[in-house]
């Protein structure tokens, strides 16, 4: 990389100034850099060189996609994919941000001679690309960006960014970020890796899965599918999905709500965050008007994450929950498992494939206990943020994560793909005809998922043909287990990094006491109860989580919990 055309080109991308006219900051959040739109012009042209930095560390494609996901539409961000797919690893974040705030040449001069140093190849990293494969131009960087007024400029200084430090970039224009991460993905496997050839992949997965799981000729689903997209990118591909879907032969009866040309703006009182978070339809896209107990699904501005809900006859909305997603794709998954019998032994020590769910501190507590204790599945707890869950999924054969707000998908490693595939191909007449169909079945699976990072569309057609294959409707979903009644609130702090955490952010660490101070108050709410307090990553503010057996009780714990963290990091403002 010649560094000097790198810093020439950077000078048309000055860093924005606070009013007392130092340099402004960015950090480098749970999932990139994230916040006003308008300031981030420079952080986007040096992100760009980065993602291209690293394209040319591991010597393959990497990454970016312009999006703030479920942010107010004046907000932009960057998400940075490393060359397997997922995401950039958390040890050059540092880097990132060091690169984004550097306020000289020779400050960003020696972050990039720093991280060209280091020899990555992605093969040390991740499971080595198909042998022979043709890296092509590296360094590669694909380019995506969400629908913001601010993306067709901070796409334009990712490109010259990247450009500058020597890449080739392909621009996928408006897309969404599960796409990014699936060029990415394709590409560090030789497969195709447009939109069309992912979407058909979906598509066929999809009609695969309820060929395999339908008692007959045509098993596609009825019921009306109600989604709203946010108003963000996910409206147009689902219409590309859907097309692709019906040129199987199989349909969806997605009908699509907030989305271009309908009123309401991003993200603002719609989407997967607002309901999740309210636990209310969204306000805009005529949900109120529907029929009750109709179908309903949110998704974020960027389509990386969904949630299902229904509104019943007495206008009480019911949430399922990334949880709740987890719990079904699990219970499937071990259903098809069980059904495939002995077949899928390990040929020489005889082990079961290593099948696991991975949550987070924010996982209510029922669904573990639903995971654990009903289907004696293994569990794993990690820290929020898809960059924790995906890797620690990836360690099982079969790992399936889901964050509470509807972040995930399931992973089948190399190991299990290739075994499930060479039992099916060579079970010449010796294996039960049911055995053969969940063979097939995983298989199909595989490809109606994203394999890189969770995708709200590929997410409603694994969640759509799951309960097609169990004849259920939200109703029976929802009664696999019962939620128990949790409360989020925010505090605010003078300085969130006063709390450290541990134990996937379930326990804090400093300041000292707040904890004992914390645990004190747990337990004066019963067995059921469980509170935590972690400074967010994409906010100012500290995250304060409780759950109990009764809704009184989540709600007051909550409140008390708020007061121990108001009272020992440092609370601003009115006290809770
Ligand atoms: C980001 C993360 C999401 C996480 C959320 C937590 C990705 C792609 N997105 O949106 O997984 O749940 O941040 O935000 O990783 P917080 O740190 O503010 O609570
Ligand atoms: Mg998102």
Partial sequence: ????????????????????????????????????????????????????????????????????????????????????????????????????NAESDDEMKRVLEKLLALDEPAESLHPPP????????????????????????????????????GATVDDLGLNTTPQGHFAVYASYRGAPNTEEAYYKRLAQGYASLLKEDGDHDDSSPVEPIFVDCANGV????????????????????????????????????????????EQKPPK?????????NAKCVSIDGDADRLVYFYTDENKKTTLL???????????HVSGLLKRCGESLLDPVTKKP????????????????????????????????????????????????YFEANGHGTALFSETAIDRIRTVAENSDGSLPADALRALKSLLALTEAINPAVGDALSGVLVVEAILQAKRWGLRDWNTMYSDLPSKQVKVKVQDRSVITTTDAERRCMTPSGMQQAIDAKVSEFGNDARAFARPSGTEDVVRVYAEAATREGADSLAKEVSKVVYTFAGGTGDAP
């Fill in 1 to 100: 990389m010649d560094i000097a055309v790198f810093l020439t080109a950077a000078k048309a991308y000055p860093p924005p100034q606070n009013p007392d006219g130092t340099q402004m900051r960015f950090s480098y959040g749970t999932a990139g850099f994230r916040t006003v739109g308008t300031t981030l012009n420079s952080t986007v042209f040096r992100s760009g060189a980065l993602a291209a930095v690293r394209s040319r560390v591991t010597g393959r494609a990497c990454g970016i996609v312009i999006t703030a996901s479920h942010n107010p539409e004046f907000d932009n961000g960057i998400k940075l994919v490393d060359c397997t797919g997922g995401m950039l690893p958390t040890s050059w974040e540092a880097d990132a941000e060091s690169l984004a």
């Fill in 130 to 165: 198909p042998p022979g494969l043709d890296a092509g131009n590296i360094p590669y960087v694909f380019l995506a960006r969400d629908t913001r007024p601010t993306g067709p400029e901070l796409a334009k200084a990712a490109l010259a960014g990247a450009k500058a430090a």
């Fill in 234 to 277: 996910g409206a147009g591909k689902f219409t590309k999905l859907i097309n692709a879907v019906e040129e199987t032969g199989v349909s969806i009866p997605i009908k699509l709500h907030n989305h271009e040309g309908t009123p309401g703006t991003l993200n603002n009182q719609v989407g997967a965050d607002y309901v999740q978070k």
């Fill in 284 to 292: 805009f896209g005529g949900f109120d008007a529907l029929p009750s």
């Fill in 321 to 331: 929950d990334g949880d709740k997603i987890a719990a079904l794709v699990a219970t």
């Fill in 353 to 400: 494939l290593d099948v696991g769910v991975v949550q987070t501190a924010y996982a209510n507590g029922a669904s573990t206990k639903y995971i654990e204790q009903v289907l004696k599945m293994k569990t794993k707890c990690t820290p929020t943020g898809v960059k924790w869950l995906h890797p620690a999924a990836e360690a099982f054969d079969v790992g399936v």
